[in-house]
């Protein structure tokens, strides 16, 4: 039998700490019945009590009943007032998230994409491809954000267009034409992150058993992307400037590719850049061969510029013809926006467009205006030039004392986010060790298409801050 005794619960609100109201009896009540405090069946006080306890409006009372109604703390009775709800047969995503994924399993692309998931800290996973949040800058979101809502309500009910938010696509023909690629906003389509720009075009230019081409080391998710689609993946041998081009152009010849997928710029594992002499290379197999280049730009706002240092952008050399430009925000602005886009020749930014409706209709129009907003003002370029000199900093610091404690880097790069270090020892070994004391690293087998193992690992610099991963790597070392 449910209890019909008013529960008194006492002080859990504080005009001192951060947070609205709203949010602090909200978290301190779904606290209380996560410890058992309050009982299953219970009886919440009334609104006006609640109100005059905690010496807050009714108003605010009412937003965090609702609240905590919606995710299924409270359940409300018509003329009956406010209980807590059973709670055991519910999901507690937020402790379960955590354990979900056995420490035992080996090691592959979809592991290491769910472990980055679990929302451990970002000094706990020297292994992930993201900023700390503390490096990002939330309040520049959040401003945005708050832009967008104050906007005539109907602009916001809508599907977006097809090709995604015009202003947006304008902003980034204005974007692109600093790095010297002319692309009107016709050849841009909007997309869900470069993952799904990645998707959009191997679907469009592919099918099952054509080869695609990618850097080795590479970019780990696009090997389970393109296996889905029957495709077959052969690894171009990465250099410090670029790939192995003789051996581009002898694999070009015998398999035939159709994309090659390339990070020109701050290369993902290992921070490299592509040479200019290597770029017109690249183009000429392309052309010999007749297969599209993929150029994913991701890291583009880390580097600081050819006016400091060299960059050469394959899409820069071609303008748009046998090249496909892939751009977004994730690594610098936030990962949950999920704002991609992809610069093309206008036939192709309209096949590509249509395959997109075709597959999720439109694009995110609300996260689309958040970013336009936050590069229309301005403050955009202050922000990455912040995250620049964090990163400095942070790559000097790093590479010194992974050295010291007898790891080689491979490649001393003086731009991006990421160290790709030779251990000596099976990364993938160390992985699993690694995970049992709490902390996420990213082994070098699965930067490969070969899925060979390795004594190499990539490193984020920029979560390299924890005691207890040096600690950890230091005897791992010894």
């Not at 009334?46 to 109604?69: G, H, M, N, P």
């Not at 304008?170 to 690629?181: D, H, M, P, R, T």
């Not at 999720?360 to 912040?386: A, F």
């Amino acid at each position: 039998m449910r209890s019909s005794v008013q529960l008194t619960i006492g002080s859990v609100v504080s005009r001192d700490s951060g947070g609205s109201l709203v949010e602090q009896i909200v978290r301190s009540v779904a606290c209380r019945i996560d410890d058992k405090l309050l009982r299953t069946g219970s009886r919440m006080p009334s609104i006006r009590q609640f109100a005059d306890e905690q010496k807050v409006s009714r108003f605010t009372v009412v937003e965090a009943y609702d609240r905590l109604v919606a995710n299924g703390y409270l359940e409300s009775r018509r003329g009956s007032g406010f209980f807590v709800r059973e709670r055991a047969s519910l999901i507690n995503t937020s402790h379960h998230h955590t354990q979900e994924i056995p420490s035992s399993q080996q090691p592959d692309v979809v592991w290491l994409v769910r472990n980055m998931l679990r929302q451990l800290p970002p000094q706990k996973m020297p292994g992930s491809g993201l900023l700390p949040h503390e490096w990002l800058d939330g309040e520049l979101v959040a401003n945005g954000l708050r832009a967008v809502s104050r906007l005539n309500q109907s602009l916001l009910l809508h599907y977006g267009t097809q090709q995604g938010f015009l202003p947006f696509r304008q902003q980034l023909q204005l974007k692109l034409a600093e790095l010297e690629i002319a692309a009107a906003p016709e050849q841009i389509v909007t997309t869900n992150g470069v993952t799904q720009a990645l998707d959009l075009v191997a679907r469009e230019f592919t099918q099952p058993g054509d080869t695609i081409f990618v850097d080795d080391p590479a970019w780990f998710l696009m090997f389970a992307t393109f296996a889905t689609l029957g495709t077959k993946v052969i690894g171009i041998p990465r250099l410090h400037d670029g790939p192995d081009v003789a051996k581009l152009a002898e694999l070009a010849a015998l398999h035939k590719p159709k994309l090659y997928i390339i990070h020109s710029v701050l290369h993902n594992p290992t921070s490299t850049s592509l040479s200019a002499a290597k770029a017109f290379q690249v183009l000429k197999t392309a052309e010999l061969h007749d297969f599209m280049i993929v150029e994913d730009d991701i890291y583009c706002d880390m580097h600081p510029g050819s006016a400091v240092q060299a960059a050469t952008r394959l899409s820069a050399l071609d303008q748009l013809n046998r090249v496909i430009y892939l751009g977004g925000f994730s690594k610098t602005l936030a990962a949950n926006l999920r704002v991609g886009f992809i610069a093309t020749s206008r036939e192709t930014a309209i096949r590509l467009a249509d395959r997109k409706m075709l597959s999720s209709l439109t694009t995110n129009e609300i996260s689309e205006r958040v970013v336009h907003k936050i590069l229309s003002e301005g403050h955009y370029r202050k922000h990455v030039d912040r995250i620049r000199s964090k990163l400095d900093s942070a790559r000097d610091e790093v590479t010194n004392r992974v050295e010291k404690i007898g790891m080689h880097v491979q490649y001393r790069t003086p731009a991006g986010m990421f160290l790709w270090v030779d251990t000596g020892k099976d990364t993938i070994a160390m992985t699993e060790r690694a995970l049992e004391k709490g902390f996420l690293l990213a082994p070098g087998s699965l930067f490969s298409p070969h899925q060979l193992p390795s004594t190499h690992m990539r490193l984020n610099v920029a979560a390299m801050a924890d005691s207890g991963v040096w600690n950890f790597l230091e005897n791992e070392l010894r």
